[in-house]
């Protein structure tokens, strides 16, 4: 875990959100929860200690689907997420599924939440990458 170092040196610091690899050393990583995505964010607040405002959180996105059939969606996804109960899965920060207008108020809602100033769109991710964004960044001008 590279957090200690990231708090001491870095101005950057991203959450990704991987929980663990499906495939041991090799493969996508499997997605965490919210629960394990709070509990970073709190160890890495604790080690920035008075650097807190100098050091911005990077939320990496590795799976945006644009639909209004979400729960379908979101079925497609659980093997990314297998120890996330499916009722689960839409908080998963990593895991963006449904209508663009769902996707904005989520992103809005991890900013408070979790304190990420932006986010990193993962191009040849799970879904349409940056081209699913273009209709949620006019929602979030």
Avoid: W
């Avoid at 379908?72 to 207008?101: I, N, R, W, Y």
């Avoid at 304190?115 to 006019?138: H, K, S």
Wanted: charged share 20%; net charge neutral.
């Amino acid at each position: 875990m590279l957090y200690p170092t990231g708090a001491e040196h870095a101005d950057i610091i991203a959450i990704t959100g991987a929980a663990s690899s499906r495939y041991g050393k090799v493969g996508l990583p499997a997605f965490a929860g919210a629960p394990m995505i709070a509990e970073r964010v709190a160890f890495v607040r604790a080690a920035l200690s008075f650097r807190q405002a100098q050091v911005e959180l990077n939320n990496g996105i590795p799976a945006i689907i644009v639909t209004n059939e979400r729960q379908a969606a979101m079925s497609k996804l659980q093997h990314f997420a297998p120890d996330v109960p499916h009722d689960e899965l839409g908080d998963v920060h990593g895991c963006l599924v449904g209508t663009a207008e769902r996707i904005a108020d989520k992103l809005q809602q991890n900013r408070e939440r979790y304190g990420f100033r932006y986010v990193t769109v993962l191009q040849g991710g799970v879904g349409d990458g940056m081209r699913a964004m273009e209709p949620v960044i006019e929602l979030l001008r």
